[in-house]
């Protein structure tokens, strides 16, 4: 499976971007997916999974009640919609897929990545 990410930009601190991930080659489905982000000078880190159908989805502390992952499965699209941004989200984010027909994606082994899409918050 082939992800491309878009929907990064520069926002002040306390605005919304929403990222998405489309996927081709295969349906998106098949997989469950996430979303992790590298700021600069730091190690990538997880931010945000979802299971294959959706069920269930898994945040980490730093994001919780601001973010939200979610997936379209007709346009084979997972997404992060991203609220109350604050400087220290800025990063680039990528989005990742786990194993085939996994029900849950093992974030320390994400099989699949996309390019990043940076985003940038401003005090």
């Known amino acids: 499976v082939q992800l491309q990410a878009s929907g990064g930009g520069s926002v002040q601190a306390g605005g919304s971007l929403r990222l998405s991930c489309v996927a081709s080659?295969?349906?998106?489905?098949?997989?469950?997916a996430g979303w992790f982000r590298q700021a600069p000078g730091k190690e990538r880190e997880f931010v945000a999974t979802?299971?294959?159908?959706?069920?269930?989805?898994n945040y980490a502390d730093s994001v919780k009640g601001r973010f939200t992952i979610s997936r379209a499965h007709a346009e084979n699209t997972v997404y992060l919609q991203m609220n109350s941004l604050k400087p220290e989200d800025t990063a680039v984010y990528y989005c990742?897929?786990?194993?085939?027909?996994?029900?849950?994606?093992?974030?320390?082994?994400?099989?699949?990545w996309g390019q990043g899409t940076q985003v940038t918050v401003s005090s």
């Open positions: 979802i299971t294959r159908y959706g069920s269930s989805t």
């Open positions: 990742a897929a786990g194993a085939y027909l996994a029900q849950a994606m093992d974030v320390s082994n994400p099989q699949y």
């Open positions: 080659g295969r349906t998106f489905d098949s997989y469950p």
